[in-house]
């Protein structure tokens, strides 16, 4: 945790460099988003809406889909039919 503090002023820069990690991502999104680096974008915002959440108290309210509940693990205990 030291060593990101002293490469990057906010997590938020260490997130925002570490998607420029990805250049197939970015190139793919650039590609089908005219030019717009969709994943990256999308990521940052979530993140400043958990950041904002935390600052506030307010509950986060995920923009992601849920999964489909008979897509998921069964419940602990219960074994898979």
Same mark, same amino acid.
């Given at each position: %945790?030291? +060593?990101?503090?002293?490469?990057?002023?906010? $997590? *938020? /820069?260490? #997130? *925002? !460099? &570490? %998607?420029?990690?990805? $250049? &197939? #991502?970015?190139?793919? =999104?650039?590609?089908? !988003?005219?030019? =717009? !680096?969709?994943?990256?974008? #999308? &990521?940052?915002?979530? !993140? /400043? @809406?958990?950041?904002?959440?935390?600052?506030?108290?307010? $509950?986060?309210?995920? +923009?992601?889909?849920?999964? @489909?509940?008979?897509?998921?693990? $069964?419940?602990?205990?219960?074994?898979?039919?």
């Amino acid at each position: %945790m030291a +060593r990101l503090k002293t490469s990057f002023s906010t $997590p *938020r /820069d260490a #997130v *925002r !460099y &570490i %998607m420029d990690t990805f $250049p &197939i #991502v970015r190139r793919k =999104d650039e590609e089908k !988003y005219n030019g =717009d !680096y969709r994943t990256k974008r #999308v &990521i940052l915002e979530i !993140y /400043d @809406d958990l950041a904002e959440s935390i600052r506030t108290g307010k $509950p986060y309210q995920t +923009r992601l889909t849920p999964a @489909d509940p008979r897509r998921c693990h $069964p419940p602990k205990g219960q074994g898979a039919s």
